[in-house]
């Protein structure tokens, strides 16, 4: 994670000079606060990367010499298909337009988010 | 077969004979005859390669590479859409008066053309490779998180039907320009509906995009396969990798924007309305924001595309990978402090700080463009149609890069902002490139989604209706501004030459049009062709072409060593480290004993032939 760390904490090394003299000459705070916003966010995937470099050690990826030999087991467990996605998007959906179209929509779309998401946990594998 | 198969011989070789090369489909088929875990047996292509095959399938799958196809697609639907709105355009400008359109029609016309192109075309097509690509190129399964993934996708159709079907609002489709400033936005002067389904339509987009950014961080992070680091990722991958994270910071600003605009326009809040203690310059810095490095965010995934081919079909390495991994950096780190250069003529901002910022990014840009020239130089290039459209891409890109550097300039851009000039120039950079390079990614890597190749000869024809259409269409556009013909007006005088400019662009736009007949032609022939491509049709360079065509349900059975950018290259030359990478030999030759299928590459190379038995026909 050595290398995801580095970049990312580049990202907001950047961010945080360059929003710094933009505050020295004069810049408006709204700019200031985007530019700070993305040293935030910089930092955040570097924080993140840090730490888990740190709790598990340097992995194959990250070494020159290393191949598929070097590990073990599986990658991961994906599923192939599953109903939340879209029906979550149609939730998701109605939220945001009812704003325009009326509270009726936006509960409905509530609703439907709350119900796939409490169907999402008996899906966790398929 | 056809007239344009690359001359092999031509290839520098280094005197060594093609034949005694690795095919990766002889070690695809190796793996089969020695395998003894039953898994093996594909045939080229004739193994089931895991795609949704009903309708239900597709309308749950998370698979990536369905997803990756289920977004090219859509966005490349939402390109006929708004070209067929720029249909609309072209004709009504063709002549002086008003012929088709009212002028508020033509407004919500040229605003949704805008929108669909940028927010549902360009974007989600990056998507569409990042879904694709980005696990094949790292070695992976999957994006790290497929149903999210599914999710964003879902999301993106639902706000761009939203958008669309605002032109069927009371009112019409929203009319204020893709970047809609206040108070022109507000409620005062756009009550209607569309405008509001066009807000939440862009707001669910965004939100998508947001999601993808962050599954494609993440794959990029966690799921590269060992010996893939950071510095042997393809660029198309580390320019997806930049653009999501540019996502990250941009779309969630714009996103939040949009929700305070809704909040003005339907509860009565005043972010934006001056008499109350907002302010429109709010509006315009959130914007921005995240409207330049929206830009790059278009651009990028495109010139990856490029950055991957130039290499394959010039037979040489990439030139300067670091460098240009280097400038993607620069560009996505300079393009987010550059935002305020779209807002001089405010004249509340610090034109120094963002003249010198932008005036920055010229640099890494022209980085870009050295290398893919010197990826080039002195190799044995060969024009099949994915370098065709590459090279055309190329071409505009220059093209509006100098009319960039006109309208820089602070004199001339007051005579010509908001003039048809910006028309040509942004057309140019992000129009022209975007669709010329498109074309080369589907023609690249059609053979690896389908194991097909498209007509070289319709591409040819493609290829030349597509340049002499975009640039009848554009080039002149130029002079309109020059002359003075404002955009955003569906009349004009007919006083200079603009009539017979104008009527040159719309006849432009019927070349266009018929530069996408020989496409759809080549798109039927090869669905009803049979499969016959291998892994590596084009002796490319980077992991996708290590899997067979299309490629197997959760990508690889098996893994070429990576010890360089260019592991399938590697492996073609694993017995001459006078060319490839001598770590390659030594790596396969540790496998020995731990490797499912392992073999002697080297027995095979010295002459002879492959130890396959039956069904292995090249
Ligand atoms: C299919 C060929 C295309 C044609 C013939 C075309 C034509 C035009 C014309 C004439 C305008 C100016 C309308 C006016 O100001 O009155 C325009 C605006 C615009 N076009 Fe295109 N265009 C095409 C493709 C594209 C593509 C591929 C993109 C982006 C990827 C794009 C993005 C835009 C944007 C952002 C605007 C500005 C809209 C606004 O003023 O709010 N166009 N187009
Ligand atoms: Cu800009």
């Known amino acids: ?126 | 077969m056809t007239a344009l198969d690359p001359d092999r011989s031509a290839e520098p070789l280094g005197g060594v004979d093609h034949d005694q090369l690795v095919s990766v489909d002889d070690v695809l088929a190796g793996g089969d005859d020695g395998g003894d875990d039953g898994s093996g047996g594909d045939e080229h292509g004739g193994h089931d390669e895991g795609l949704p095959k009903t309708i239900t399938g597709w309308l749950t799958t998370t698979d990536h590479k369905a997803l990756g196809i289920a977004y090219a697609i859509t966005s490349l639907i939402f390109l006929a859409i708004g070209g067929s709105l720029a249909g609309v355009i072209r004709a009504e400008l063709a002549e002086p008066g008003e012929q088709f359109v009212s002028e508020q029609l033509y407004n919500g016309v040229f605003t949704i053309h805008g929108s669909v192109m940028v927010y549902l075309f360009a974007v989600p097509f990056g998507f569409a490779l990042a879904n694709y690509l980005v696990p094949l190129q790292i070695g992976a399964p999957d994006l790290a998180f497929p149903r999210l993934n599914a999710f964003s996708y879902w999301l993106y159709v639902f706000g761009g039907l939203i958008m669309l079907l605002g032109f069927a609002a009371d009112g019409g489709a929203a009319a204020f320009g893709w970047f809609a400033y206040p108070p022109l936005s507000g409620a005062g002067a756009s009550p209607g509906l569309g405008a509001d389904m066009w807000i939440v339509a862009i707001i669910l987009t965004g939100t998508s995009g947001t999601l993808t950014a962050i599954n494609v961080i993440a794959t990029i992070t966690m799921l590269r396969a060992p010996g893939m680091t950071l510095f042997r990722m393809p660029i198309m991958t580390w320019n997806l990798l930049v653009t999501s994270f540019m996502v990250l910071l941009a779309f969630p600003v714009l996103s939040g924007a949009l929700f305070m605009l809704q909040l003005d326009r339907l509860f009565g809040f005043r972010f934006y309305d001056p008499t109350d203690g907002g302010s429109p310059i709010l509006w315009q810095h959130l914007f921005w924001f995240f409207g330049h490095p929206e830009v790059y965010i278009v651009a990028l995934p495109f010139f990856g595309v490029v950055t991957e081919i130039f290499p394959v079909f010039a037979r040489r390495p990439v030139f300067g990978y670091k460098g240009l991994v280097l400038a993607t950096l620069t560009i996505g780190a300079l393009s987010t402090s550059v935002w305020a250069h779209h807002m001089f003529v405010t004249g509340e901002v610090l034109v120094v700080f963002f003249a010198l910022t932008s005036a920055l990014i010229a640099v890494p840009t022209g980085v870009k463009v050295f290398n893919w020239i010197g990826s080039m130089w002195g190799g044995s290039i060969s024009f099949e149609a994915p370098m065709k459209f590459s090279i055309g891409f190329l071409v505009t890109f220059v093209a509006g890069g100098v009319t960039g550097v006109i309208l820089a300039s602070p004199t001339l851009d007051y005579h010509l902002s908001d003039s048809y000039f910006v028309v040509a120039h942004f057309h140019y950079v992000m129009g022209g490139t975007v669709i010329f390079a498109l074309f080369a990614a589907i023609y690249f890597w059609w053979p690896k989604v389908t194991g097909k190749k498209l007509s070289e000869r319709l591409a040819t024809w493609q290829f030349w209706l597509l340049m002499i259409g975009f640039n009848t269409t554009f080039f002149f556009m130029h002079f309109l501004g020059r002359d003075g013909m404002p955009r955003r007006v569906p009349d004009y005088a007919p006083v200079d030459n603009f009539e017979l400019w104008n009527r040159i662009a719309s006849f432009g736009y019927l070349i266009l049009v018929a530069s996408v007949v020989p496409f759809v032609i080549a798109i039927v022939k090869s669905f009803r062709a049979p499969v016959t491509e291998g892994a590596d049709p084009w002796e490319a360079n980077s992991l996708e072409w290590a899997t067979s065509s299309p490629p197997p349900e959760h990508n690889f059975d098996w893994l070429p060593p990576i010890r360089s950018e260019r592991p399938v290259f590697d492996l073609r030359w694993i017995n001459h480290d006078e060319v490839g990478n001598p770590d390659v030999a030594e790596a396969w030759v540790d496998r020995e004993g731990i490797a499912d299928n392992w073999r002697p590459l080297a027995a095979e190379l010295a002459g002879d032939p492959p130890t396959t038995t039956e069904g292995d026909q090249p």
Do not use: C
Request: net charge negative.
């Open chain 1, 1 to 126: 994670m050595k290398p995801e760390t580095l970049l990312w904490a580049g990202v907001g090394t950047y961010f945080t000079v360059i929003g710094v003299t933009y505050m020295l000459v004069g810049g408006e705070p709204i700019g200031v606060a985007l530019l700070l916003m993305a040293t935030a966010i910089g930092g955040l995937i570097a924080g993140w990367a840090w730490d888990w470099g740190r709790k598990h050690g340097t992995r194959a990826e990250d070494r020159n010499d290393a191949d598929v030999t070097d590990v073990q087991g599986v990658v991961g467990v994906y599923s192939t298909a599953s109903l939340r996605p879209i029906t979550m998007a149609i939730g998701v959906t109605a939220i945001v337009l009812g704003l325009a179209l009326g509270s009726w929509m936006t509960i409905g779309g509530v609703a439907i988010v709350a119900s796939q998401a409490l169907l999402l946990v008996y899906d966790a594998d398929t």
